[in-house]
């Protein structure tokens, strides 16, 4: 009955098919990734490059000193 769990060979082929050799099984699955597209990498700004502001400097109204 508990043949399968105290027999270390047998331990890894199911019950149902004890004569078949297990399947082999690769050690990690990788989902399929295409490469990332270099030309679609954000670009990386220095720590000295200069903040911009989100919004475009034409949308945002200027103020005139009176």
């Given at each position: 009955m508990d043949?399968?769990?105290r027999d270390p060979a047998s331990a890894a082929r199911p019950p149902?098919?004890?004569?078949?050799?297990?399947p082999a099984q690769p050690d990690k699955v990788y989902?399929?990734?295409p490469a990332p597209?270099?030309?679609r990498q954000p670009?990386?700004?220095s720590p000295e490059a200069p903040v911009l502001p989100d919004s475009h400097?034409?949308?945002?109204?200027?103020e005139y000193p009176e």
């Open positions: 043949r399968f769990e149902e098919c004890p004569d078949c050799d297990p989902p399929e990734m597209n270099p030309d670009l990386r700004t400097p034409e949308a945002t109204p200027r």
